[in-house]
């Protein structure tokens, strides 16, 4: 049999593994690829690639890999020139949730990100949220100043 020890005796090393796994992941990848459907630079956060093997030929093949558009969730290839260049500089209006153990407190994100100028939507690396993108502002216009002193 086995030797175990005390109940217990790893349970900070456990809680702290734990915390640290719940916690702060880290940054997302975020790329903006043209998208056919939504007509703009728009992020993708996931890519699809179909492997197979068959019994009669063992080889693993595998197709081309496919993105998924995050605002219409699209799938269509890669192609060379898809994805433009990031050319405008952008601060998060996102909010920050913790997680654990104050899940219902925010804090503004703040992160400062660079998009392309094209996109309608942008989503935040930092905190996950999607925003309004810089071509969908300078449709709208500039925010209205506060005129009160």
Do not use: K, N
């Not at 916690?23 to 790329?31: D, F, H, Q, W, Y």
């Not at 063992?58 to 898809?82: I, K, M, Q």
Request: charge should be positive; hydrophobic fraction near 35%; aromatic fraction near 2%.
């Amino acid at each position: 049999m086995g030797q175990t020890g005390p109940v217990g005796g790893d349970l900070p090393a456990v809680l702290g593994a734990i915390a640290r796994e719940w916690g702060r992941v880290g940054p997302l990848s975020v790329r903006y690829i043209h998208c056919d459907v939504c007509e703009a630079p728009a992020p993708h956060l996931a890519e699809i690639q179909v492997f197979s093997v068959t019994a009669s030929d063992p080889t693993l093949v595998g197709s081309p890999p496919e993105v998924v558009c995050g605002v219409c969730a699209t799938v269509h290839p890669r192609v060379v020139g898809d994805e433009p260049a990031r050319d405008t500089a952008v601060i998060c209006r996102g909010r920050v949730r913790r997680r654990w153990p104050l899940h219902r407190l925010t804090r503004p994100c703040a992160a400062r990100l660079t998009v392309p100028a094209t996109a309608r939507v942008i989503t935040c690396p930092t905190c996950g949220t999607d925003q309004p993108g810089p071509a969908r502002e300078q449709r709208r216009g500039p925010a209205p100043r506060d005129t009160a002193s």
